[in-house]
């Protein structure tokens, strides 16, 4: 593996552009189309068997696109999600203010519905029983969103991740431009939309060459953040980038030997079908790799919750 700095103080920008957007709201059939595709395209890659859990996560991105199509999520719930705490919020107080808001746990519902055919049978029971168990799954919901990830069970918690996921993605679509106006970006290291953490750094092509975005792992939604500097501490003196090939690698990781912490970045410049969720997954061997230098992980991948 090798390890280059690549600090660039400013991004590039491209003639004709006249400001760089903050915010890049996701058109969600597109995303959820996309990230269904490229997850059946990795798993055929990687020679998985029949049952495979690529083949599982492309059912479950189907069935998130379903919901778009078949339950979308109405005003007063957008309403309910998007007036939720982002931060600060005990579990007790999150909870309540959960249990008033259904559409997440009809979400969840119907993607139960929709992939315990492709699941282990043992998966199934548990889920089942989850079900017919909504204070037990509400206390689950409410674990994952303040990061308690070892709080709850490894099967349950990225099918109700993605419940909550198209639930918000939904909620911050309803009020995109009120967003736009009223949400600091600046140098958020948590999205400023929902209060997520981020999936990885993206450096788009395109119009928006060489502009780096974080992508939330829970509405979907990318923030800018100028390149070169630490996501998580801002620092810029030791950031470097490692690949196992060379800085023209699509899949790369920036690493901060100020706070020790790494991001994986994603350059859709020079491989525009790259999806940060499904990629991420493809590339865990990089992960493991800068680990053993000492680094750990920023971010969180919603197919693979840590713990
Ligand atoms: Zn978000
Ligand atoms: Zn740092």
């Known amino acids: 593996m090798r390890a280059e700095t690549d600090i660039v103080p400013l991004?590039?920008?491209?003639?004709?552009?006249?400001?760089i957007e903050p915010l890049i709201f996701p058109v969600l059939e597109a995303v959820y189309t996309r990230r269904e595709k490229r997850l059946r395209f990795l798993a055929e890659q990687r020679g998985e068997a029949e049952g495979g859990y690529f083949e599982f996560l492309s059912h479950l991105v189907l069935a998130q696109q379903q919901i778009l199509k078949h339950m979308p999520l109405s005003v007063a719930d957008g309403s309910a999600i998007r007036a939720l705490p982002?931060?600060?919020?005990?579990?007790?107080?999150?909870?309540?203010?959960?249990?008033?808001?259904?559409?997440?746990?009809?979400?969840?519902?119907?993607?139960?519905?929709?992939?315990?055919?492709?699941?282990?049978e043992e998966t199934r029971i548990m889920l089942e029983s989850y079900r017919q168990n909504i204070p037990a799954l509400k206390k689950s919901a409410v674990h994952l969103l303040r990061g308690n990830y070892t709080q709850v069970d490894a099967g349950l918690a990225v099918?109700?991740?993605?419940?909550?996921?198209?639930?918000?993605?939904?909620?911050?679509?309803?009020?995109?431009?009120?967003?736009?106006?009223?949400q600091p970006v600046g140098e958020a290291r948590l999205c400023p939309c929902c209060g997520a953490?981020?999936?990885?750094?993206?450096?788009?092509?395109?119009?928006?060459e060489g502009l780096r975005y974080l992508q939330c792992s829970l509405c979907e939604t990318r923030w800018h953040r100028v390149r070169g500097i630490c996501v998580e501490c801002g620092a810029s003196a030791h950031?470097?980038?490692?690949?196992?090939?060379?800085?023209?690698?699509?899949?790369?990781?920036?690493?901060?030997?100020?706070?020790?912490?790494?991001?994986?970045?994603?350059?859709?410049?020079?491989?525009?079908?790259?999806?940060?969720?499904?990629?991420?997954?493809?590339?865990f061997a990089l992960d493991t790799a800068v680990e053993q230098q000492g680094f750990s992980r920023a971010g969180l991948n919603p197919f693979s919750f840590p713990g």
């Not at 991740?161 to 009120?178: E, F, I, M, N, T």
């Open 86 to 120: 982002k931060q600060g919020c005990d579990q007790d107080q999150l909870e309540k203010l959960f249990l008033a808001i259904p559409y997440w746990q009809q979400a969840f519902l119907f993607l139960v519905q929709q992939v315990k055919f492709v699941v282990p």
């Open 239 to 283: 950031v470097e980038h490692w690949t196992f090939e060379d800085l023209k690698a699509p899949v790369q990781v920036e690493s901060c030997g100020d706070c020790k912490t790494y991001l994986k970045v994603f350059r859709l410049d020079y491989k525009p079908d790259l999806d940060a969720v499904a990629d991420d997954l493809d590339s």
């Open 11 to 19: 991004d590039k920008r491209t003639p004709g552009v006249q400001a």
């Open 197 to 208: 953490q981020p999936v990885a750094s993206l450096v788009l092509g395109g119009d928006r």
């Open 159 to 182: 099918i109700l991740w993605a419940a909550l996921s198209v639930s918000w993605a939904q909620a911050v679509g309803q009020d995109q431009k009120h967003i736009q106006q009223t």
